[in-house]
């Protein structure tokens, strides 16, 4: 062997080892470079760690994950709807006097059958009726009927005997009670059969006495306020017909009226004088004996009526009538110094009388006191 082959196998395992260790040195240097890009990638897609080995030692390093969340958000809270309230029902209408359209009274409803001739003296109570009815009795005489509801006078009179008449026309006003000092058969039987109640001298007694203002028959006088308290059935008023209306423009196109006669053999007369028809007695304004009020209503109704004989007759020899309230007829309404005419009905005897103008809707009548003359088919009107 040469000395210079023997000098190459001296060094061959010299340089075999260098070279080994180059290329050990190469595959760790890429081992390092593809460790680094593993982990860049495994940032973005994978959690499990990567291992790193060295020469001399194995080292794990740990992947971490970068999670974006979106935050959800947070609904509005949408208000609960609260319910409209019902509206609440219309108040009722408050109640009224029947007869007068006025306000409402708890006393019970009385009536009075008060003399209506020249005797001479003056009436007591009259101007403190509701509603007082005209109604022809005999010898061409009238009498009245007044009923009592809204004040209970503690005087009226002079109270007269009751007719015929009286227990029809008095029955729609449900369980009124009668004031009056006596009568014959015939019509105090009518009365017996009717739901009216006697409140007559006879049947009550101490409510009743005699007067120093006139005398005969004509000074009896009565107490309402003390018989309304010893009769403990007397009925509150029904409705008898009556509408009322503060305004009432179809009167507009009525006749004016100023003053009024109506002839039942004697006639009766009223005048128009500040919104109100002044009752015309002995030819002067009549004024009531308790205050000397004037009697003055505010409705005039001329409601024209059949009459006939009922059979009984006075000490004269003259018939008594029995005017019929239930039927049919004319009427004219008077208030407000106009006039307005139309048909009246009525169907039962304990039903209410329907007023109807000329169109057939309901005549409105004034809210306050009226008269009614109950006049009989041989009676006649004046207007002027």
């Excluded at 000397?292 to 008594?320: E, F, K, R, W, Y």
Aim: charged fraction near 15%.
């Amino acid at each position: 062997m040469s000395p210079s082959q023997r000098t190459f196998s001296r060094r061959a395992p010299k340089l075999a080892g260098f070279a080994a260790s180059v290329v050990a040195m190469t595959v760790l240097a890429g081992t390092v470079l593809a460790a680094c890009g593993s982990a860049d990638v495994a940032v973005e897609s994978s959690a499990a760690p990567s291992t790193v080995s060295t020469s001399s030692t194995t080292k794990t390093t740990p992947k971490t994950t970068s999670t974006t969340t979106t935050p959800t958000p947070t609904p509005t809270p949408v208000p609960e709807s609260t319910p409209e309230p019902a509206p609440a029902p219309p108040a009722a209408p408050a109640p009224i006097n029947p007869l007068t359209g006025l306000d409402f009274s708890a006393n019970p409803v009385l009536a009075v059958k008060i003399d209506n001739t020249d005797f001479g003296g003056l009436q007591y109570g009259t101007s403190a009726a509701d509603i007082v009815y005209v109604e022809q009795v005999e010898g061409g005489l009238t009498r009245l009927v007044a009923v009592f509801h809204s004040t209970l006078p503690e005087e009226v009179g002079p109270v007269r005997s009751v007719r015929t008449t009286d227990a029809e026309l008095l029955r729609p006003l449900g369980k009124p009670a009668l004031v009056f000092s006596g009568g014959s058969g015939v019509p105090v039987q009518a009365l017996r059969e009717s739901p009216v109640i006697d409140a007559s001298q006879g049947a009550i007694g101490g409510a009743y006495w005699r007067s120093s203002v006139a005398s005969g028959s004509y000074n009896l006088h009565a107490n309402l306020a003390q018989i309304s308290t010893s009769i403990p059935d007397i009925s509150q008023p029904n409705n008898i017909g009556f509408t009322f209306g503060a305004d009432y423009p179809a009167m507009a196109a009525g006749r004016d009226v100023t003053s009024l006669a109506v002839s039942m053999s004697r006639t009766i007369k009223f005048t128009y004088n500040d919104g109100a028809y002044q009752y015309i007695r002995k030819d002067k304004v009549s004024v009531d004996g308790n205050d000397g009020a004037t009697i003055a209503p505010v409705n005039l109704l001329v409601q024209n009526v059949q009459n006939q004989p009922d059979g009984v007759v006075d000490t004269n020899g003259s018939p008594s009538y029995k005017t019929d309230t239930v039927g049919s007829g004319t009427f004219t309404l008077y208030r407000d110094g106009k006039a307005i005419d139309g048909t009246w009905s009525r169907t039962e005897l304990d039903g209410a009388t329907s007023y109807l103008d000329g169109a057939g809707a309901p005549v409105l009548f004034k809210p306050g006191k009226t008269w009614v003359m109950l006049a009989p088919q041989n009676s006649s009107v004046s207007e002027g």
